[in-house]
């Protein structure tokens, strides 16, 4: 029974109860009553009981929904939307205001959820978004960050509550929240920064956040690594410089020695055949250059499609040997090959493993010296297929450079292989073509000793995997 009860309807029915005693006990000492007077205070008596326990039952029945609605409703400003109340009365004012209680905890419970999940959402996009996301109040507290944030960072917290100029952000990046906070206006700008033993490029843009009345309610930090693209864009600049460099040398020689030629040398016959040898061989490295330089734009794009079909290794290294036989008589380099016992055959394309077999006994022939000695070899692989090797006894490899040796141009003695007419791209093309095999390359290799490069090869090609690489 609710308070509001207690205190109204049970002093109500008190003081009515004690006037009807009184007035019992007076009409029952009056000397002339009579027995009709007392039946009448009998009677009365017996209504008032009836009636005070009708009208206690009523407002219990009335009032106890009342007191359900309004703990509801306390629920519901606890934020308890699940509640709902179903009074007993059909009709009236109170089963009235039951319904319109029940339908504004539907619609309180609806918008919460919808709220939960777009906040839900929202959060999911931060977190797992591809850039760092930096939330500053206007306090300069840092309270909101995300994964990728951490991770470009290395940050172990999230240093919610923390000052950010006392907090690890990098220095200019400090410098640009300053300014923001000044003059509220937008910042962007590229920053290079060292986390650990690594230096990673960052575009960061630093935005004020400003509510309807252009008051400041902090700051956003977005941080963009653009180190791959950074990367990508010095190997442009390298490529392009090194294309230049490359086509530049076998042009200046055929261009000077035509104007030699044109000015009078032609007319002198051991003059003639010599230039006209030189401007052969400069053209042909020429023609080489751009060759290799399409080749591997090709295979990079995968604009190839390998002709796959079952080839015997075996074939293949005797077919490659006799490539660059006269090259390595020409140096006086002993080639050394013992053929396999048992069969040896895999599923490649027949020309493209030869072109690998042929730029790695080409690339250790340019770097052995004279009376050297190169060794090619096929062994098993495990229970996967087999290994080609070509091994040197040539200047060898530093381990720095190792890592290197397969971007295009990059040449270990430059003064040698361009001496030698070498193109520098052999090697990426080497790469490229192996893994286009599904296979793996790997380089052993001290300086003055000389090195060994080989080649695995399954038995059987991926055919998922390739149509996933093609795609």
């Not at 019992?24 to 007077?37: K, W």
């Not at 396999?340 to 690339?363: G, K, Y």
């Amino acid at each position: 029974m609710n308070r509001w009860f207690v205190r109204f309807v049970f002093p109500i029915l008190g003081m009515t109860g004690l006037i009807m005693f009184i007035f019992g006990y007076f009409l029952y000492q009056l000397p002339q009553l009579t027995s009709n007077m007392a039946t009448l205070a009998m009677g009365l008596s017996v209504i008032y009981l009836l009636m005070a326990l009708w009208i206690v039952t009523y407002l219990r029945r009335h009032l106890k929904p009342v007191h359900d609605i309004r703990a509801m409703v306390k629920d519901l400003s606890n934020g308890h939307y699940w509640r709902r109340i179903y009074p007993p009365i059909a009709s009236g004012m109170v089963k009235e205001l039951a319904v319109y209680a029940n339908r504004l905890a539907e619609q309180l419970q609806a918008v919460t959820e919808h709220q939960h999940v777009h906040a839900d959402r929202l959060q999911a996009i931060i977190k797992h978004m591809a850039s760092g996301l930096l939330f500053i109040n206007e306090k300069g507290r840092i309270v909101l960050t995300n994964n990728k944030l951490l991770e470009l960072l290395k940050w172990n917290d999230h240093h919610h509550q923390e000052l950010y100029y006392e907090s690890p952000l990098p220095e200019p990046v400090i410098e640009m929240i300053q300014n923001t906070f000044t003059f509220e206006k937008e910042q962007q700008q590229e920053v290079t920064i060292e986390v650990g033993i690594r230096r990673i490029d960052l575009n960061v843009l630093v935005a004020p956040v400003l509510d309807l009345e252009g008051h400041n309610k902090g700051i956003v930090i977005v941080f963009h690594d653009i180190t791959q693209l950074k990367k990508l864009e010095r190997v442009r600049q390298d490529f392009v410089a090194n294309v230049s460099h490359e086509l530049k040398t076998p042009i200046t020689s055929i261009k000077g020695f035509s104007e030699t030629l044109l000015d009078g040398a032609m007319y002198r016959e051991e003059h003639l055949k010599q230039f006209l040898s030189i401007i052969s061989q400069e053209a042909e490295r020429l023609h080489r250059l751009v060759e290799d330089l399409l080749q591997l734009s090709q295979i990079e794009q995968r604009q190839f499609e390998l002709n796959w079909q079952k080839v015997n290794l075996a074939e293949v290294m005797n077919n490659s040997l006799r490539v660059i036989e006269a090259k390595a008589e020409a140096k006086e380099i002993k080639l050394e090959y013992t053929p396999p016992v048992e069969s040896t055959f895999v599923e490649a394309d027949p020309d493209r493993l030869q072109q690998i077999v042929i730029n790695l006994l080409s690339n250790a022939i340019q770097y052995t010296p004279e009376k050297g000695e190169v060794r090619l070899s096929i062994d098993p692989w495990a229970e996967k297929g087999y290994r080609i090797c070509v091994s040197d006894t040539g200047i060898g490899i530093h381990k720095e450079e190792i890592t290197r040796i397969f971007e295009r141009f990059y040449r270990v003695d430059r003064a040698r292989s361009r001496a030698s007419g070498g193109t520098g791209l052999g090697l990426a093309i080497v790469k490229h073509l192996v893994e286009a095999h599904q296979g793996e390359i790997t380089v052993e290799s001290e300086p003055g000793k000389g090195s060994t490069f080989c080649v695995y090869l399954h038995r059987q090609r991926n055919k998922q995997d390739n149509k996933q690489k093609n795609r």
